[in-house]
């Protein structure tokens, strides 16, 4: 049998294969063959499971729920983008929505099995303020949340890709449930009633009249936008979640709720920017472009939020990883 350590070494290394596969598969399978896309699917659910896995052998390994260190958050990050993928794409009905996530899962991987050194993929005794019931709570919402707003913004940028230069027009609302927008393929005729009344002698009397409506599928450019809000709208609460879950920790920890520290900061910045972005969906009843170019922003917002302010200062939330 394999010692941990090893085994861990395996696992990070399939996990990067199998997303680097499924990541192919998606992009021939978009070009040549929509079959192969499946195989780009059945990729990413063995993705998701081996790095469950590898979380899974670092918790028996180290005793501690395994969230401490650059490694270890950026392999539950990509376990987080693997499953909302797989959500996302199970509500568009085929459509290539992988060809646009799959690289996202890859690169965070790449660089967490390829690049960190192997003294920051070890795992370490945790610092004071780490041992605490916290640690899952809050880190492990925290980094579910990034993973949705990263796919939600990630497909917001191909949403700008794909209907860059033309002039975008969605018709209905983005969750589908009005009927000039439904989610996805319907193949039977709805049918309807339609009251009429009859011409002549000042008649009142309302006749009904069967009508039928065919429902329509959505563009490629529609479901990117109507998928993006959606992973959006999933990872908004989560990280409203986990910012208060940080404060009630934080106050355990070091004695006050908002020390203004630099992720803390940028958590905030983060909030504002997706918050702002669902007000001009559910609000303004804005769609298309101008949230897409909000939720772009919020890509590099929440990547600042994630790694910038490990590179840019030291903080409070700066132990164990860069500084």
Same mark, same amino acid.
């Given at each position: 049998m394999l010692p941990l350590s090893q085994l861990q070494q395996l696992l990070d290394n399939t996990s990067f294969a199998l997303l680097f596969?499924? %990541?192919l598969f998606y992009w021939v399978g978009s070009a040549f063959n929509k079959g192969l896309s499946l195989w780009g699917r059945a990729g990413m659910v063995a993705a998701n499971l081996t790095i469950a896995s590898l979380l899974l052998a670092r918790w028996l390994d180290a005793g501690y729920f395994p969230l401490s260190? $650059? #490694?270890? /958050?950026?392999f539950f990050l990509a376990w987080a983008v693997t499953l909302f993928h797989l959500v996302a794409e199970s509500m568009t009905k085929g459509k290539l929505v992988g060809v646009f996530t799959s690289p996202l899962a890859t690169a965070i991987t790449a660089f967490a099995a390829l690049k960190l050194p192997d003294t920051m993929q070890r795992s370490e005794p945790l610092v004071p303020a780490l041992k605490s019931n916290w640690l899952m709570m809050h880190v492990s919402v925290m980094l579910l949340s990034y993973g949705?707003? %990263? !796919?939600?913004?990630?497909?917001?940028?191909?949403?700008?890709?794909?209907?860059?230069?033309?002039?975008? /027009?969605?018709?209905?609302?983005? !969750?589908?449930? /009005?009927?000039?927008g439904y989610s996805g393929k319907i193949d039977s005729p709805i049918e309807m009633t339609e009251k009429i009344a009859?011409?002549?002698?000042? /008649?009142? !009397?309302?006749l009904e009249k069967p009508v039928t !409506?065919?429902?329509?599928?959505?563009t490629l450019?529609?479901?990117?936008?109507?998928?993006? #809000?959606?992973?959006?709208?999933?990872?908004?609460? &989560? $990280?409203?979640?986990?910012?208060?879950?940080?404060?009630?920790?934080?106050?355990?920890?070091w004695g006050s709720y908002w020390s203004w520290d630099p992720k803390e900061t940028w958590?905030?910045?983060?909030?504002?920017?997706?918050?702002?972005? &669902?007000?001009?969906?559910?609000?303004?009843?804005?769609q298309g472009r101008k949230p897409a170019i909000v939720a772009t922003v919020g890509l590099g917002v @929440?990547?600042?939020?994630?790694?910038? @302010?490990?590179?840019l200062g030291k903080g409070l939330h700066s132990y164990g990883w860069f500084l």
């Open positions: 596969g499924s %990541m260190n $650059l #490694y270890e /958050s950026l949705a707003l %990263m !796919l939600g913004s990630v497909l917001a940028v191909a949403f700008l890709f794909v209907t860059h230069g033309q002039e975008v /027009s969605l018709a209905g609302n983005s !969750l589908g449930t /009005s009927m000039n009859p011409s002549g002698n000042g /008649s009142t !009397l309302l !409506l065919t429902a329509r599928e959505l450019g529609e479901t990117l936008d109507n998928i993006s #809000y959606r992973m959006i709208g999933l990872g908004f609460p &989560l $990280l409203t979640i986990g910012i208060i879950a940080g404060g009630v920790w934080a106050n355990e920890a958590s905030l910045i983060t909030w504002l920017v997706f918050a702002a972005y &669902l007000h001009m969906r559910l609000t303004r009843g804005w @929440v990547w600042t939020c994630y790694l910038g @302010v490990n590179l």
